[in-house]
């Protein structure tokens, strides 16, 4: 026998002009929306950065592999944002900020040179992510370096609990 479920509107429509709701509370049954003491909707509490501490890392590599991070046994690694920079000295070099195995790429880039260029102009990427990307404990968050001209930088920024 199938089950029948039956629709009802329990919400009463407000009164035509300014109204005061008190506290309002919305949720889908995961996530929770609220307003906060600031009169503020706040979707996200759970990746407030209040009372976390931020971390950031950074370090550069030459035609080698360098580790920014090793996400902390038992934690979860949020991370926040990311940096990429290089100066250049030849073309088609790359480089990349990635997690775990060098497929994992966050940032990548590849380098440009004209004969008309000066060496040494800088270029550099920087994202800040809309959602944190969670990291889980035990895996490198490493920067690289694919040619011997070309020295990247690679910083990053997050929080783990």
């Given amino acids: 026998m199938a089950e029948e479920y039956q629709k009802r509107e329990l919400v009463k429509a407000l009164p035509t002009g300014t109204n005061t709701l008190g506290s309002v509370k919305v949720t889908d049954g995961t996530e929770t929306a609220s307003v906060n003491d600031q009169n503020i909707l706040d979707t996200s509490s759970e990746h407030s950065l209040k009372g976390k501490t931020i971390l950031y890392n950074s370090g550069n590599a030459l035609n080698s592999t360098t580790v920014l991070r090793t996400v902390t046994a038992g934690k979860t690694y949020y991370m926040i944002a990311a940096n990429l920079s290089w100066t250049t000295a030849a073309?088609?070099?790359?480089?990349?900020?990635?997690?775990?195995?060098?497929?994992?790429?966050?940032v990548q880039g590849i380098t440009s040179f004209k004969t008309d260029q000066q060496v040494g102009g800088g270029n550099q990427i920087n994202i800040v992510f809309p959602h944190p990307i969670p990291v889980v404990a035990g895996v490198e968050i490493k920067v690289r370096s694919a040619g011997a001209t070309e020295r990247f930088f690679g910083s990053i920024i997050g929080w783990e609990e």
């Fill in 91 to 106: 073309a088609n070099i790359d480089g990349s900020i990635y997690v775990g195995a060098t497929g994992n790429i966050i």
